[in-house]
């Protein structure tokens, strides 16, 4: 049993540490996250940034705003007043101001739907992406980003984060780019400005799955429930068998 025991924790380990190597094989270093979505305060904040920063050009269309209100303990004056800049209803949808067309012409792209993006790009990716933008003479946006090549997104934090330039490094005669480095100050220092990011970052988390809270909570209690009932359905066993015997 013991045996058994340390044979499929160590298959465990293996697969969780190949997942791992798999995930930062090659390319640049993705930067950890590291948020929680049972962080209110976090998540208040990130959704401050995002109705700020982000709604002029991205929607997030499957989330409404009185629901953004009660997961995140907020009243529907704090929302109406600090997150609806549109003044749309509070049972609205959050919808980007910018037509489709329009950042079509100026941005060459449409900026996608951030309703699901944490779930299809991952926190970690998307945390290296917001503190990725470096300045890039020759770029119609003056910056370019680590991880999305010639991005048509441009910087919206460049007030706050300063200048920022990349750092490569030689490997094997090739130059490989390696990280980002602010070279100078913006009005916010570096970790105020990561830890802003880490905030909206934990917003888009909560949106892409409103509900994990929830059911991270209830499979403990289905754990706690199982261990119980282990323990009665094993005293049953016991207990029907016992004149078989
Ligand atoms: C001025 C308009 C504008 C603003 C403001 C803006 N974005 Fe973008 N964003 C874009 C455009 C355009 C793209 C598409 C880039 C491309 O395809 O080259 C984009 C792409 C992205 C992507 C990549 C999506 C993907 O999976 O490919 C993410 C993530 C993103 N934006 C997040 C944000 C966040 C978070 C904010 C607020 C802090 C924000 N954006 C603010 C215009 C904007």
Redesign the pocket.
């Known amino acids: 049993m013991k045996k058994t025991i340390t044979i499929l924790l160590s298959a465990a380990i293996a697969i969780m540490s190949t997942g791992q190597i798999m995930a930062s094989g090659g390319g640049y270093p993705l930067a950890s996250a590291d948020v929680d979505v049972d962080d209110q305060a976090s998540l208040q904040r990130g959704a401050k940034?995002?109705t700020d920063?982000?709604?002029?050009?991205?929607s997030a269309k499957f989330v409404r705003f009185n629901r953004v209100a009660d997961d995140l303990g907020m009243t529907e004056k704090q929302v109406m007043g600090n997150l609806n800049h549109l003044g749309v209803q509070f049972g609205a949808t959050m919808t980007a101001v910018?037509t489709e067309d329009y950042?079509k012409e100026?941005?060459?792209?449409?900026?996608?739907d951030?309703s699901l993006?944490a779930r299809?790009?991952g926190v970690d990716w998307?945390y290296t992406?917001?503190t990725g933008f470096y300045a890039e003479s020759g770029k119609t946006t003056g910056h370019n980003n680590a991880i999305?090549k010639?991005?048509?997104?441009?910087n919206?934090?460049w007030k706050q984060e300063g200048v920022k330039e990349p750092v490569y490094e030689e490997h094997d005669g090739v130059k490989v780019l390696t990280g980002v480095k602010v070279v100078e100050k913006g009005t916010m220092s570096t970790q105020e400005f990561d830890a802003m990011i880490r905030d909206?970052?934990n917003f888009?988390s909560y949106i892409g799955e409103p509900n994990q809270s929830y059911r991270k909570s209830l499979g403990i209690y289905v754990l706690i429930f199982l261990f119980f009932f282990f323990g009665i359905a094993y005293a049953m066993k016991k207990d029907f068998w016992k004149d078989v015997h």
């Open positions: 940034v995002f920063y982000c709604l002029s050009c991205h910018m950042a100026s941005f060459g792209s449409v900026p996608p951030l993006v299809s790009r998307l992406y917001l999305f010639d991005v048509g997104m441009p919206v934090f909206v970052v888009l």
